[in-house]
């Protein structure tokens, strides 16, 4: 069974007084362990997907079951306990957190809220955390505007996993990222997948990162779907105009490999 | 080539915290007159510092060494016109710059033939003669007059076109403001320039584009007229400066089209600041390639690409995901 289902979603927003449809009658299902990747032109309602999927706001029309539930249905104690479930990473870290909170802090914020951890535990739980994405557990006190750009993204990583998610939402995650960076963070999160049985959510402009990392793709047109399937084969044979041009802008690196 | 600036052991240092942080520790080399040069780096390689020194647009707080020479002929005849492969249209115009001044020893441009002298000596004598008046306050070690002069003689454009666009301004004004400054023409003239600018960077209905504010423009279109502000006063040298990185893949490949073709019909010299060596490889012959402060190596293209001289290089080109990479779920065993 699938993890999350979204069907006929739809969001309308208001553009100097025209409604504007950003998702349009969305449909698409995302299994366990699977990253399914939304890939698009600018407005074409990835990063809307993304924040309906999280309820972050809300839909016009549609239904979003995730973990066999009406997510859209749950309130209260129900939604915050499914909320833990359901995680996100964003194209800024730094953005994402209070600048002037320690790791430490952020770390501790999930595991007090969703009462995953004693106090007594947090420090060790905290530790561990840190430990699994690849950081020194002395990082803990640091502030967070005191570490790297890739060291933060690391800790938002992290934050995500502390609760235990079914399904992280990655909304361009790695694209602020310098490349060597870049290719750790992805690995890291393969990694998890692999380990903790993680589905992502994969938001990206960049159909490389895509074809890397992601098992499905849907390419996204003005809010609709314009084609979808396995991430290798529509990024070497697009069928939709979209598609072929999303592939045709993509820089190419034309040397000789070894 | 001719070399338009001669950049030798520039040193930058920003101060934080009463501690000096070294951007640059002493880079050199030429960017030759008429060339496409990128400069690759990751965060804190000294890239973008140097786009700003060469702009003169460091702080006068930060520390400066060394020497940015521009090979601007002091001994050039001043005189002044529009460069007409710019505004081919409006020649008519050109008598109302500066009557007084000689007529231009080359009278066609146009066509953008790539031969290094021709591109550059149309443009050199107007530096001389406009070098006072509006100039903006430079790094002191720099002569006077080989100063250049950021708007008339380097256009910069930068990743965000919406910090650098007035939010309350018309585009249209914002250009025509760009022309009135570095040339001396009316605000009808400028305007009419304007038009064209934006018609040259393929701005969709250029007439109602100029009386639009950046607000209403989506982040492609305003890093169009971005571009088109940049290149208003007809500049020798334009800087981009991760110029696309905020633009989706498909708007990216558009304004990379843009810039080579307006480099090329200018006959400008272009340096690019990027992280990405693939789009730098799309739009330079040359690329720099930067790490903390330091060149590790200059090349041609197909050089840096395919025979990587420096360990790092190798390791920047085998860190870009292409559409030819091979996908990570397969590196590590288990895909589906």
Known sequence: MSLLTVSNLAKRYDSGGKPFAAVDDLSFEINPAETLALAGPSGSGKSTIARLV????????????????????????ALRARRARLQMVFQDPLAAFNPRATVARVLDDPLRIHGIASRAERPRRVAALLERVGLNAGLAARAIHEISGGQRQ????????????????????????????????????????????????????????????????????????????????????????????????????????? | MTALLSIRDLKVAYRRDGVAVQALKGVGLDVEAGERLAFIGESGSGKSTLALAVA??????????????????????????????????????????????PPSPISNVAGGDPTAELLISPQLGEMSGRTEGGAVERQPSRPRDTIPRLGRDIGFVFQDPSSSLDPVMQVGKQIAEVIRTHLDVSWKDAYTRAKTLLERVRLP????????????????????????????????????????????TIVQAEIVALIRRLVAEDGMTLIVISHDIALAATLADRIAVLRHGELLELGENQQIIEAPRHAYTRSLLDAHLGLDAKPMLDRQGASE
């Open chain 1, 54 to 77: 999280l309820r972050l706001i809300q839909p016009d029309a549609g239904r979003i079951d995730f973990e066999g539930s009406d997510f859209l249905a749950l309130t209260g104690a």
């Open chain 2, 56 to 101: 003169g647009l460091l702080a006068k707080t930060v520390e400066i060494g060394g020497t940015i020479d521009w090979s601007i002929a002091k001994s050039q005849p001043s005189h002044s016109f529009a460069p007409p492969s710019v505004l081919p249209d409006i020649s008519p115009t050109r008598g109302e710059i500066e009557p007084s001044s």
């Open chain 2, 205 to 248: 209905d250029p007439d109602s584009a100029l009386h639009a504010y950046p607000h209403q423009l989506s982040g492609g279109q305003k890093q169009r007229v971005a571009i088109a502000a940049a290149i208003a006063a007809a500049p020798k040298l334009l800087i981009a400066d991760e110029a696309t990185s905020a633009l989706d």
């Open chain 1, 154 to 258: 690391r800790v938002a990583i992290a934050r995500a996993i502390a609760t235990k998610p079914s399904l992280i939402v990655l909304d361009e995650a790695v694209s602020a990222l310098d490349v060597s960076v870049r290719g750790q963070i992805l690995e890291l999160l393969i990694d998890l997948q692999r380990q903790e049985r993680i589905a992502y959510l994969f938001i990206s402009h960049d159909l490389g990162v895509i074809r890397a990392v992601a098992h499905r793709v849907v390419l996204l047109d003005a809010g609709r779907i314009a084609e979808s399937g396995d991430a290798r084969a529509v990024i070497a044979n697009p069928q939709s105009a979209i598609g072929k041009a999303l592939v045709a802008a993509a820089p190419r690196l034309t040397r000789n490999r070894p």
